[in-house]
């Protein structure tokens, strides 16, 4: 399970979170997908496959949270372009928002109408909360707009039902994951810590990947390793120390 941000060139000055893989780095990373023999499945694959289904030892799902345009502009069509699909996370309460001051104009936000458009180019939708507030600690009525709420505005603005969640920031308590279930979602993304069909862990490609960091993360020792660490950005520093960072202007 393979998590990105936003797609583009952004110079590292602004991006101190390394949200933005260059584009060429992402069409290498499919192709690399392709060459090495994985499957890249689909919502409608992973749920089967979540459910029991038989599918090929080299299975991913690719997914970009937040909604950048650029995953419209940019990741769609090289994805389309291999016959591969994806699910992008998106907060109907941050609809279309500017960038923030200071951030780069890459941080833009998709519109209902872009949403619509990337749903018909291949790449399924998935609830990301309201407008990204981390869930745990809120009340029943926060909670239910974050997921509820939600799940119905999207479902208006795009014309179709989201099947699946991931939490904002990743970060999910015993209140949230219970809230996402009662919502009728059939499973949610987490980042580093699981806990079955409702925090599903995921494993996060950023703008210091190189293709070497990419296969690690790619192979299954570097889940198991980051489990049994228990830290998975002490993992990721390790992995770069030793394999090296890729050059950012
Ligand atoms: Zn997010």
């Not at 689909?42 to 299975?59: K, N």
């Not at 996370?89 to 519109?111: K, N």
């Amino acid at each position: 399970m393979l998590m990105y941000h936003g797609i583009g060139d952004v110079p590292a000055a602004a991006d101190p979170d390394n949200l933005y893989v260059p584009e060429a780095a992402f069409a290498a990373q499919l192709d690399h997908l392709a060459a090495r023999g994985w499957t890249v499945l689909d919502e409608a694959g992973y749920l089967a496959a979540l459910d029991g289904a038989p599918t090929p030892r080299r299975s991913v799902l690719i997914t970009f949270d937040d909604g950048y345009v650029s995953v419209l502009e940019r990741a769609a069509p090289l994805l389309a372009r291999r016959g591969m699909s994806a699910i992008c996370y998106v907060s109907p309460g941050l609809d279309g928002q500017a960038p923030l001051p200071g951030m780069p104009q890459e941080s833009r936000l998709m519109t209902a109408a872009q949403m619509r458009e990337l749903s018909a180019a291949g790449v399924a939708l998935g609830c990301h909360g309201w407008a990204h507030e981390s869930m745990p600690g809120m009340s029943t009525e926060q909670l239910e707009q974050c997921t509820v709420r939600a799940r119905d505005e999207l479902h208006s603005l795009v014309g179709e039902r989201v099947a699946t969640f991931a939490y904002p920031y990743g970060h999910h308590d015993q209140a949230a994951r219970e809230a996402v279930a009662a919502a009728g979602f059939a499973c949610a993304l987490a980042t580093y810590d699981g806990a079955g069909r409702l925090a599903i862990p995921r494993v996060d490609v950023n703008a210091t990947d190189t293709a070497r960091t990419f296969e690690l993360k790619l192979s299954r020792v570097y889940p198991l390793a980051r489990r049994a660490l228990g830290s998975a950005p002490a993992v990721r520093r390790a992995a770069h120390r030793v394999l090296g960072h890729a050059a950012r202007s």
